[in-house]
């Protein structure tokens, strides 16, 4: 059974830094690739940062330069690492894997997600 | 980027009713486009990809059709724990954006 479970998420000021992570089991996600898509209260879902099983990474406009997604290849983990946070980061930060079959790419498992709180 | 837009926005409907829920993309996708259907305070989840193909475990009733810029979410005769909000995504081309949902609601 695949399980990813986040952590990480918490209440945190403005301009501070936050270090998420995505604990897999049943998958690797060095072989993986795998992405962040956080939505913030009350509103839709939105894709964060992917990095692809070869390692090439892309980020939303929105945290292009301040995140970082990267993999803990000994905790089999996903990480997500967010600097000069703002107010409008908040949100509930999800991991997900990204399926990837001929011709197409799914998110098939997610986490439960971890909430980040920004405010002074 | 490629820009996604669902409609409706919402819509309200009865047990048993069919429903479609169109998604379109700003340029061609071919069919890397997926449908998500998300409840209050869970996490998405994976219900149909590659336009067509329904995840393991998802019901016949969900179906996906379409192609390149438009794309169409089928469920046939509505069951009570399908009301929630549907995505769409498209998986083409980074940032692998969104659409902004689709609220399923009780008539």
């Known amino acids: 059974e695949v399980q990813l479970v986040e952590s990480g998420g918490e209440l945190i000021q403005p301009g501070e830094s936050l270090r998420l992570s995505c604990a897999a089991s049943g998958i690797t996600v060095t072989s993986s690739s795998m992405t962040w898509v956080r939505q913030a209260p009350g509103a839709g879902l939105e894709w964060v940062s992917v990095i692809y099983a070869d390692g090439r990474t892309f980020y939303g406009d929105s945290v292009k330069g301040r995140f970082t997604i990267s993999k803990d290849n000994s905790r089999n983990a996903l990480v997500l690492q967010m600097d000069r946070l703002r107010v409008d980061d908040t949100a509930m930060y999800y991991c997900?894997?990204?399926?990837?079959?001929?011709?197409?790419?799914?998110?098939?498992?997610w986490g439960q997600g971890t909430p980040v709180t920004v405010s002074s | 980027d490629i820009q996604m837009t669902q409609s409706p926005s919402s819509l309200s409907a009865s047990v048993g009713d069919r429903v479609a829920i169109t998604c379109r993309a700003s340029q061609s996708i071919i069919k890397y486009l997926n449908w998500y259907q998300q409840k209050p305070g869970k996490a998405p989840t994976l219900l149909i990809y590659?336009?067509?193909n329904l995840q393991r475990g998802v019901p016949s009733r969900f179906s996906g059709s379409g192609s390149a810029t438009e794309f169409t979410l089928t469920i046939n005769s509505l069951q009570p724990e399908d009301f929630a909000t549907y995505y769409c995504?498209?998986?083409?081309?980074?940032?692998?954006?969104f659409g902004p949902g689709t609220k399923v609601d009780r008539k």
């Open positions: 995504q498209q998986t083409y081309s980074p940032p692998l954006t």
């Open positions: 590659g336009a067509s």
């Open positions: 997900a894997r990204l399926l990837t079959a001929p011709g197409t790419m799914g998110l098939d498992y």
